[in-house]
């Protein structure tokens, strides 16, 4: 058998923005039908590589080639019309439109150039989604109805109904439950029977030990391996390669005894209607209790009923014998709960501000006289309580968006440092932190516990959540379903409970 | 092949908690682009028209035009920082105009007219907070609400007639004796309501919250902050601005009138956005609006001088805008 060219050569990549090379002479090959992961911590590099690749980065340097033909990628459109589709992270979805509306979205089939003929849209749609195994869609169906994994299903429809050879994901499973995992890969399963190349990104290794064919490495805006073979390369030698260094997760010990001291918070049949079953939870002072559970289990929403961020159905929040109103972030604050919710960016930071302000957010009336800031006060406290947390860079007027995504969940942290919480609520600590920065951060939430503070995280990780915490409380659609000192579990039986209920 | 013996690096200055603190005002580009477009508008205005532009007389006239609007504008640029906006300044301006200058009112002499334009703000604020922080109104809806009923109050109160002041205390206010070192007391009421402005927004906690909610009002709100109260007490502010703008319109006008504040509510939202407060909250600087009000205003003169129609005036208002705005746009992308 001839080989084959390449369906897609990118060679020597190099993309610089002001003050960062992004992208430094990266090779990428990819074969028809095959599945091509992309690993890489954050800021490796991928998301600009799989830009220049759906034509919105104009590369400043080095040569794409397309089925043997040197090629240039103007514009998004002149790659869909290749047959390049990127299913993009945040989906580029119209919720206001419907489902085959979205799919045509810029190729309505139409009439004399402008009357969209509609009933085709549907027909073909409603083709599209029954291939992709989700034939229980309707076409017409407003997008902003469906579930997010439904709306990806429409993504997906949305590239196949152009004539695509290859099909760029960016990290597909990370809003799916395993069942629409599952589906998810027999959908990548079909696509590749049918010659279309996948390039798969993803930051779970046995997601691409499954589906993979090949894996590209990029770290620091290099591919630092290319082509290796995805079932076959020990696991400890792709984080060496992402890392650059062999890195366990490192935990930090545990306290040798277990707290003794009275309950700082104690939630009593505390419930939401349709989220989650009456709760009762006892949390110490120095204590790191964690959930776990699926997405979808009702972990963020017992977080945030617990903060008054949503109001409870049943139950009370105690905390020191205080009965917080419920439906008040405010009573919660200021009876010392503190939140590092899961998104950060959305829920938590001040993307245009500095980092002092972002941590001072939230005790501004300890520097201030009648209204008035004292603002060397403020200064000198906020960096206090970022140094104590070793916040990189050291600069309290550093915009708080420059920042990486560990630093900023530790300005976060820093915040409810310096408000004095006794309870921080983590929702998935380490969402968005790179893989070498997360050892610290886990250092650090031990370190506030042993400084007294009682912690409550969520995580969907579950070696995160064994590895951290000291008691752990399984979740099951909403309920929990097994309490046990961490120690006592391991991986698998977390995850046996969580998925088939401990039988 | 001599390598550098490890050169002794510089020391580095560290700052530390005892080093030098921020320096409150630090003029970045775009202001500083503001203050040279302004000074090209002088020059301009200087060549055009050299003996009447320069003139002291028409240099206090431009600042006096500007005082009314430039109140107006810096209550207007707390509310849009925190991501709101407000239609009915102008109608506002026009309810506490004629409010405050009814007959009746009149009877109570300079304070009556003080007190009743204020309170006619300050009420139309609290009606505007109310229906957008404890209503759930967006702020669009409510405060366009309020610009047709208070335009149509207004009306009503005047029956369409200009109510002529004869209370002489107000109307000496606007005389040439009342200059105070030539400064008429509007400007020095107008300068009054900047610094505040500026001290409100970047010296005290209110400042702080109001940025913090036009940034990411989730955020604020999961931070503690009550954002509802902090949204009631903006268009309280934006409404009392109206009212000390009303009254330096009555003083300025001698007269309060229906039609009063036209279109104020444009000058203002153009002003703000020429000045750098972005549209969509979280962003913004009172200094800017401040001379986005004296831009337009001396362009206005500039025009009147030269007996250029008000039609060619209001395109190029709206060329400046867009100039403006795209200057700004390239400014951020490069800087960011």
Same mark, same amino acid.
């Given at each position: 058998?001839?080989?084959?060219?390449?369906?897609?050569?990118?060679?020597?990549?190099?993309?610089?923005?002001?003050?960062?090379? @992004?992208?430094?002479?990266?090779?990428?090959?990819?074969?028809?039908?095959?599945?091509?992961?992309?690993?890489?911590?954050?800021?490796?590099?991928?998301?600009?590589?799989?830009?220049?690749? @759906?034509?919105?980065?104009?590369?400043?340097?080095?040569?794409?080639?397309?089925?043997?033909?040197?090629?240039?990628?103007?514009?998004?459109?002149?790659?869909?019309?290749?047959?390049?589709?990127?299913?993009?992270?945040?989906?580029?979805?119209?919720?206001?439109?419907?489902?085959?509306?979205?799919?045509?979205?810029?190729?309505?089939?139409?009439?004399?150039?402008?009357?969209? =003929?509609?009933?085709?849209?549907?027909?073909?749609?409603?083709?599209?989604?029954?291939?992709?195994?989700?034939?229980?869609?309707?076409?017409?169906?407003?997008?902003?109805?469906?579930?997010?994994?439904?709306?990806?299903?429409?993504?997906?429809?949305?590239?196949?109904?152009?004539?695509?050879?290859?099909?760029?994901?960016?990290?597909?499973?990370?809003?799916?439950?395993?069942?629409?995992?599952?589906?998810?890969?027999?959908?990548?399963?079909?696509?590749?029977?049918?010659?279309?190349?996948?390039?798969?990104?993803?930051?779970?290794?046995?997601?691409?030990?499954?589906?993979?064919?090949?894996?590209?490495?990029?770290?620091?805006?290099?591919?630092?391996?290319?082509?290796?073979?995805?079932?076959?390369? *020990?696991?400890?030698?792709?984080?060496?390669?992402?890392?650059?260094?062999?890195?366990?997760?490192?935990?930090?010990?545990?306290?040798?005894?277990?707290?003794?001291?009275? *309950?700082?918070?104690?939630?009593?049949?505390?419930? =939401?209607?349709?989220?989650?079953?009456?709760?009762?939870?006892?949390?110490?002072?120095?204590?790191?209790?964690?959930?776990?559970?699926?997405?979808?289990?009702?972990?963020?929403?017992?977080?945030?009923?617990?903060?008054?961020?949503?109001?409870?159905?049943?139950?009370?929040?105690?905390?020191?014998?205080?009965?917080?109103?419920?439906?008040?972030?405010?009573?919660?604050?200021?009876?010392?709960?503190?939140?590092?919710?899961?998104?950060?960016?959305?829920?938590?930071?001040?993307?245009?501000?500095?980092?002092?302000?972002?941590?001072?957010?939230?005790?501004?009336?300890?520097?201030?006289?009648?209204?008035?800031?004292?603002?060397?006060?403020?200064?000198?406290?906020?960096?206090?309580?970022?140094?104590?947390?070793?916040?990189?860079?050291?600069?309290?007027?550093?915009?708080?968006?420059?920042?990486?995504?560990?630093?900023?969940?530790?300005?976060?942290?820093?915040?409810?440092?310096?408000?004095?919480?006794?309870?921080?609520?983590?929702?998935?600590?380490?969402?968005?932190?790179?893989?070498?920065?997360?050892?610290?951060?886990?250092?650090?939430?031990?370190?506030?516990?042993?400084?007294?503070?009682?912690?409550?995280?969520?995580?969907?990780?579950?070696?995160?959540?064994?590895?951290?915490?000291?008691?752990?409380?399984?979740? =099951?659609?909403?309920?929990?379903?097994?309490?046990?000192?961490?120690?006592?579990?391991?991986?698998?039986?977390?995850?046996?409970?969580?998925? @088939?209920?401990?039988? | 092949?001599?390598?550098?013996? #490890?050169?002794? !690096?510089?020391?580095?200055?560290?700052?530390?908690?005892?080093?030098?603190?921020?320096?409150?005002?630090?003029?970045?580009? !775009?202001?500083?682009?503001?203050?040279?477009?302004?000074?090209?508008?002088?020059?301009?205005?200087?060549?055009?028209?050299?003996? #009447?532009?320069?003139?002291?007389?028409?240099? %206090?006239?431009?600042?006096? %035009?500007?005082?009314?609007?430039?109140?107006?504008?810096?209550?207007?640029?707390?509310?849009?920082?925190?991501?709101?906006?407000?239609?009915?300044?102008?109608?506002?301006?026009?309810?506490?105009?004629?409010?405050?200058?009814?007959?009746?009112?009149?009877?109570?002499?300079?304070?009556?007219?003080?007190?009743?334009?204020?309170?006619?703000?300050?009420?139309?604020?609290?009606?505007?907070?109310?229906?957008?922080?404890? /209503?759930?109104?967006?702020?669009?809806?409510?405060?366009?609400?309020?610009?047709?009923?208070?335009?149509?109050?207004?009306?009503?109160?005047?029956?369409?007639?200009? %109510?002529?002041? #004869?209370?002489?205390?107000?109307?000496?206010? /606007?005389?040439?004796?009342?200059?105070?070192?030539?400064?008429?007391?509007?400007?020095?009421?107008?300068?009054?309501?900047?610094?505040?402005?500026?001290?409100?927004?970047?010296?005290?906690?209110?400042?702080?919250?109001?940025?913090?909610?036009?940034?990411?009002?989730?955020?604020?709100?999961?931070?503690?902050?009550?954002? !509802?109260? &902090?949204?009631?007490?903006?268009?309280?502010?934006?409404?009392?601005?109206?009212?000390?703008?009303?009254?330096?319109?009555?003083?300025?006008? $001698? #007269?309060? +009138?229906?039609?009063?504040?036209?279109?104020?509510?444009?000058?203002?939202?153009?002003?703000?956005?020429?000045? $750098?407060?972005?549209?969509?909250?979280?962003?913004?600087?009172?200094?800017?609006?401040?001379?986005?009000?004296?831009?337009?205003?001396?362009?206005?003169?500039?025009?009147?001088?030269?007996?250029? +129609?008000?039609?060619? %005036?209001?395109?190029?208002?709206?060329?400046?805008?867009?100039?403006?705005?795209?200057? &700004?746009?390239?400014?951020?992308?490069?800087?960011?």
């Amino acid at each position: 058998m001839a080989p084959e060219p390449p369906l897609l050569t990118m060679s020597g990549i190099t993309k610089s923005f002001p003050g960062v090379r @992004a992208l430094d002479g990266v090779d990428l090959e990819v074969l028809a039908g095959e599945v091509h992961c992309l690993l890489g911590q954050n800021g490796a590099g991928k998301s600009t590589l799989i830009k220049v690749l @759906a034509g919105a980065h104009q590369p400043d340097d080095g040569t794409i080639t397309w089925r043997g033909e040197r090629t240039v990628l103007k514009s998004p459109i002149a790659a869909m019309r290749l047959g390049i589709a990127t299913i993009y992270q945040e989906l580029d979805l119209v919720e206001g439109l419907s489902v085959a509306e979205n799919v045509y979205l810029g190729h309505e089939p139409t009439t004399a150039g402008f009357v969209v =003929r509609g009933r085709d849209a549907r027909t073909t749609t409603a083709a599209l989604l029954k291939r992709l195994g989700h034939g229980e869609i309707g076409p017409g169906t407003l997008v902003g109805d469906l579930s997010a994994a439904q709306q990806q299903i429409v993504s997906m429809a949305r590239a196949l109904s152009h004539d695509v050879r290859l099909i760029v994901m960016d990290e597909p499973s990370a809003a799916l439950d395993p069942d629409e995992v599952d589906n998810l890969f027999r959908i990548v399963d079909s696509l590749t029977a049918d010659g279309v190349a996948v390039v798969y990104i993803s930051h779970r290794l046995e997601e691409i030990r499954r589906i993979g064919d090949r894996v590209t490495v990029l770290k620091d805006g290099r591919a630092v391996a290319g082509g290796l073979p995805a079932k076959e390369t *020990p696991t400890r030698d792709v984080v060496a390669l992402m890392t650059g260094r062999n890195v366990e997760y490192v935990f930090p010990e545990r306290p040798t005894a277990p707290p003794l001291a009275e *309950p700082v918070l104690t939630v009593k049949g505390l419930s =939401r209607q349709g989220e989650f079953a009456p709760l009762d939870l006892e949390l110490r002072p120095g204590e790191i209790v964690g959930l776990a559970g699926l997405v979808g289990s009702g972990r963020s929403e017992i977080l945030e009923t617990i903060y008054g961020a949503r109001k409870a159905s049943t139950g009370q929040v105690v905390v020191d014998g205080q009965v917080l109103r419920p439906g008040s972030v405010r009573a919660a604050v200021r009876a010392g709960l503190g939140l590092a919710p899961e998104e950060r960016k959305a829920q938590a930071l001040l993307m245009l501000e500095s980092v002092t302000r972002n941590v001072s957010v939230s005790s501004m009336s300890r520097f201030s006289y009648g209204g008035w800031l004292d603002r060397g006060k403020e200064l000198d406290a906020a960096r206090a309580a970022t140094r104590e947390l070793s916040l990189r860079p050291d600069n309290p007027s550093a915009p708080v968006r420059t920042l990486s995504g560990g630093n900023q969940q530790k300005a976060v942290l820093a915040r409810w440092l310096l408000r004095g919480c006794r309870v921080l609520l983590l929702d998935e600590p380490t969402r968005g932190v790179d893989v070498g920065a997360r050892a610290e951060l886990y250092a650090v939430i031990r370190r506030l516990a042993d400084d007294g503070l009682a912690v409550l995280m969520v995580s969907s990780e579950v070696p995160e959540v064994l590895g951290l915490a000291d008691r752990v409380l399984v979740l =099951r659609e909403g309920a929990v379903i097994h309490e046990s000192p961490a120690a006592d579990l391991d991986e698998h039986r977390v995850l046996d409970l969580v998925l @088939a209920g401990g039988r | 092949m001599t390598q550098p013996a #490890s050169p002794a !690096r510089p020391a580095t200055p560290k700052t530390t908690p005892a080093g030098p603190r921020p320096r409150g005002f630090r003029p970045d580009v !775009r202001t500083l682009s503001l203050v040279g477009v302004l000074a090209a508008l002088v020059l301009i205005g200087g060549i055009t028209q050299p003996d #009447s532009f320069l003139d002291t007389n028409n240099v %206090q006239l431009i600042l006096t %035009q500007a005082s009314v609007i430039g109140v107006v504008t810096v209550g207007m640029t707390f509310v849009i920082i925190s991501g709101g906006i407000d239609l009915s300044v102008g109608a506002i301006v026009a309810l506490a105009s004629v409010w405050a200058t009814t007959v009746a009112t009149q009877d109570y002499g300079f304070a009556g007219i003080l007190f009743t334009a204020v309170v006619v703000g300050v009420g139309c604020g609290l009606v505007n907070g109310l229906l957008i922080a404890y /209503g759930g109104m967006v702020p669009f809806i409510a405060t366009l609400a309020m610009l047709a009923s208070g335009r149509g109050l207004a009306l009503q109160i005047t029956d369409g007639k200009t %109510q002529t002041v #004869s209370v002489d205390s107000v109307l000496k206010l /606007g005389e040439r004796d009342a200059y105070i070192l030539g400064i008429p007391p509007l400007v020095l009421v107008f300068a009054a309501v900047t610094v505040v402005g500026w001290l409100v927004l970047n010296r005290t906690t209110f400042g702080r919250r109001s940025v913090a909610v036009g940034g990411n009002a989730e955020a604020a709100r999961l931070a503690g902050i009550d954002v !509802r109260r &902090q949204r009631l007490y903006l268009y309280l502010l934006s409404g009392l601005c109206c009212g000390i703008a009303a009254f330096l319109l009555i003083v300025l006008a $001698g #007269s309060g +009138q229906n039609t009063n504040g036209n279109l104020y509510e444009l000058d203002a939202i153009a002003a703000a956005i020429i000045g $750098g407060t972005l549209l969509t909250g979280g962003r913004g600087t009172i200094t800017g609006s401040v001379l986005g009000v004296l831009i337009f205003t001396t362009i206005t003169n500039i025009f009147a001088l030269n007996n250029l +129609q008000s039609d060619v %005036q209001e395109i190029a208002k709206g060329a400046i805008i867009v100039a403006a705005v795209l200057v &700004q746009r390239r400014t951020s992308t490069t800087t960011s």
